[in-house]
């Protein structure tokens, strides 16, 4: 590769959500000098462009939904700033509750939701059938939703603010695996790839699920764990009503959400072990499409698109980690989403940006997301993961 530059001044590591959105708010700043090296063939391969989509205000803990507040309504302008369509929907999420302490739980998220703005809703089973007829229902106590949780394209954030931040200058690479990190006497790092190896003053770990092996390389140990979680995408169902929501049957971390003319669906597996397998575990997908069919009958009628696995990034607490590492100068951290991280892609790489360029995150209050809290024991846990 002969353009492949020897020296920047920021290295970002991974070509997914986090990395994408960190190059192109640190490039509209005014950064000049960023490489971005993904190792994969295409940007977005990684769990991003296995994910979901799903975006929501619905979370337990203030900071994520915070998060939200400024993260989703930059994905509703996103066409307009960023010159991509993303295929924005507003079908609203909509959570089933099928025992009392989940009423309880959701009963406190609900109530901070609203003393944050969040107008989530209350549905009874009645209602719940009343607006999405074709669910079971018999064991639903109750129901949340918000109107405007929904659904946006992974690969088009990617590929927009990829683009976006090319066009800024932003060099960025694919066929880019980072093989080894080597730091200076002077504090600099020298990131090794088969292209060859190029120095910088600062390094941006966004390896999503394999942040924790790139930050071995500098010697800071990350508590990010690979999770493998996996979906299908079902043939049409022309029985699907139009404003079909975002499903999620809580207590079996089991969800639905419309996809072309059918749906996508998943479940997590509790049972899960650790790891990096991609690969789709079959018996999993049928104890899921069992337990599918018996919340939406309407499935049996289904067959199979597609079917793929990916993997969580998943942290003791289930929030990111967004910071300067303090143990080692001029390494940056932007991981470790737990599985929700697509549609925080947005609001983290601006973050990110701040942190780098100003020395602290100002848009939002993310102190809580810091390195050292897995350290001191100041975890701060989300409820609310599929
Ligand atoms: C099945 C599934 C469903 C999900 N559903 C949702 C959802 O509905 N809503 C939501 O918000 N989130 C969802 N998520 C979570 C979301 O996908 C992640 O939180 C988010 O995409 C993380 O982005 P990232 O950029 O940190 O990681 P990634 O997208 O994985 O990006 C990291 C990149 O780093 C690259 N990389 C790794 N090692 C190296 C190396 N050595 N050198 C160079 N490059 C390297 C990888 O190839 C990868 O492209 C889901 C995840 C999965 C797996």
Not at 80 to 100: A, M, S, V
Not at 156 to 163: F, K, L, R, T
Not at 206 to 235: F, H, N, Y
Not at 353 to 369: C, P, W
């Amino acid at each position: 590769m002969t353009d492949f530059p020897k020296t920047a001044q920021i290295i970002i590591i991974g070509g997914g959500v986090m990395g994408a959105s960190t190059a192109y708010h640190l490039a509209v700043r005014g950064v000049k000098d960023i490489v971005l090296l993904e190792k994969q063939p295409h940007y977005g391969m990684g769990a991003t462009g296995k994910c979901a989509g799903g975006i929501r205000y619905q979370f337990s803990t203030e900071v994520n939904i915070r998060l939200s507040q400024h993260s989703l309504p930059m994905l509703d302008r996103f066409a307009d700033e960023i010159g991509q369509e993303i295929d924005r929907r507003q079908c609203g999420y909509l959570f089933l509750l099928t025992n009392e302490a989940e009423v309880a739980t959701f009963r406190q998220n609900v109530a901070l939701q609203h003393s944050l703005g969040v107008e989530t809703e209350w549905l009874s089973p009645d209602e719940i059938h009343r607006r999405v007829p074709p669910l079971k229902v018999d064991d639903v106590l109750a129901a949340t939703t918000y109107h405007d949780d929904g659904l946006a394209d992974p690969h088009g954030v990617v590929a927009g603010y990829i683009a976006a931040a090319r066009r800024l200058g932003v060099k960025s690479f694919t066929d880019a695996p980072v093989t080894g990190i080597e730091i200076g006497k002077d504090g600099s790092f020298t990131v090794q790839t088969p292209h060859g190896a190029i120095t910088s003053e600062k390094i941006v770990n966004a390896a999503g699920p394999w942040a924790a092996k790139i930050s071995e390389m500098v010697g800071i140990p990350l508590p990010i764990t690979p999770v493998r979680r996996q979906m299908l995408t079902t043939t049409p169902l022309p029985d699907l009503q139009p404003d079909f929501p975002f499903v999620i049957d809580f207590a079996q971390s089991l969800y639905f959400h419309p996809e072309g003319d059918g749906l996508l669906t998943g479940m997590s597996n509790p049972n899960q072990a650790p790891g990096f397998d991609e690969s789709v575990d079959e018996d999993w997908e049928l104890v899921h499409m069992e337990a599918a069919i018996e919340r939406l009958p309407l499935l049996a009628r289904a067959g199979r698109i597609a079917h793929w696995a990916g993997l969580y990034e998943v942290t003791p607490d289930a929030h990111p980690i967004i910071d300067a590492v303090p143990d080692l100068d001029g390494y940056y951290v932007v991981a470790g989403f737990s599985g929700h991280g697509f549609m925080h892609g947005p609001i983290a790489g601006l973050l990110m940006a701040e942190i780098i360029l100003n020395g602290r995150a100002s848009t939002v209050d993310i102190s809580s997301l810091d390195y050292a809290r897995f350290a001191e024991g100041r975890l701060i846990q989300e409820h609310n993961v599929i």
